[in-house]
């Protein structure tokens, strides 16, 4: 399926400290980019939120080859019991041109974010159905945790643009929150690790979560990454192997956890992925603030 792993390799790198100051809870409201005719922001009710998922249903499902249920067949609308505890950060085109040539305004991006205090209220992470991160959650009791999501961009508009304007919403909503680590499951499309091997194996090698921010695949669900032994991996094509995505996340500092999910109902192979936001660079929250100049 195409999420945000397809253009987002070149906009993010170098990491040092997180310095930017906090903004506050309310600034969320409004605004929070815009990049010509695009504009992010959080969803504004049960209307724009159903509309999010009818872009992922169109993304996971009719692309992506993911299999739906009965009801998300019919309401063609990719929906689960976490959505009303997240907030929906939306990519609007507000020059969308419509086939009879009118323009309109149309969601062409989304994010899921689910921060811990929500999660309580969710029974847990999305990412807890795969991943034991009751553990890693433990040693980091106090730490304010965002979990990333659903992530996904219309066919028209998948183009570095559209995940810049993307990360300026999701690079305020961490300042205004106070978010300190950021999780979740990066995805691999199809539902083989094998053809993934080489990649897989980089990421056991050369990336692993270990320490303080180790965390495992459940035991019935693991799938062992390093499928290759290091010395026999070419560092270089493995590297190249990655999606932008997984790319972008290595140069920000994220490490990867222990074991392969796969998930035959979206079809991927999913790696869980763990990130500290003291780890990304000042220029890169300036350049996705708007404030300043292209990173290189």
């Known amino acids: 399926m195409w999420t945000l792993h397809a253009h987002l390799g070149q906009s993010i ?5 997180f310095q930017k100051p906090a903004l506050e809870v309310e600034s969320l409201e409004g605004s929070l980019g815009r990049l010509g005719s695009l504009e992010v922001r959080l969803a504004r009710g049960k209307k724009e939120i159903r509309k999010a998922q009818r872009l992922r249903y169109e993304v996971f499902y009719k692309e992506g080859g993911a299999i739906p249920s009965a009801r998300t067949a019919f309401t063609r609308r990719d929906a689960d019991r976490f959505d009303k505890y997240c907030d929906h950060l939306i990519v609007i085109d507000h020059a969308w041109k419509t086939q009879l040539g009118k323009t309109k305004s149309k969601i ?4 899921r974010l689910l921060r811990d205090d929500m999660a309580r209220k969710a029974g847990g992470f999305y990412s807890a159905g795969e ?9 980091h009791d106090g730490k304010r945790i965002l979990e990333l999501g659903r992530s996904c961009v219309r066919a028209s508009h998948r183009s570095k643009r559209t995940i810049e304007v993307l990360w300026r919403g999701l690079l305020a909503y961490i300042r205004a929150h106070r978010i300190d680590v950021l999780i979740g ?3 691999f499309p199809g ?3 094998f053809v993934h091997a080489q990649a897989l194996s980089y990421l056991a090698h050369y990336a692993r979560a270990e320490g303080e921010w180790a965390v495992r695949a459940h035991t019935d669900l693991y ?5 290759a032994p290091k010395d026999a ?15 972008g996340y290595l140069r920000l500092g994220a490490r990867f956890g222990d074991g392969a999910v796969v998930d035959v109902d979206f079809n991927t192979t999913d790696v869980f992925v763990v990130m500290p936001v003291a780890r990304i660079g000042a220029r890169y929250i300036d350049y996705f603030s708007g404030t300043g100049r292209r990173a290189a």
Not at 13 to 17: D, I, M, P, S
Not at 131 to 139: H, S
């Open 13 to 17: 790198a170098t990491l040092a400290g």
């Open 108 to 111: 062409v991006g989304v994010y």
């Open 131 to 139: 991943y034991d991160i009751a553990p890693l959650l433990a040693r």
């Open 185 to 187: 499951c990066a995805s």
């Open 191 to 193: 539902a083989s690790p």
């Open 223 to 227: 799938r062992p990454m390093a499928m």
């Open 233 to 247: 991996i070419d560092a270089d094509k493995a590297r190249e192997s990655l999606s932008p995505l997984i790319k």
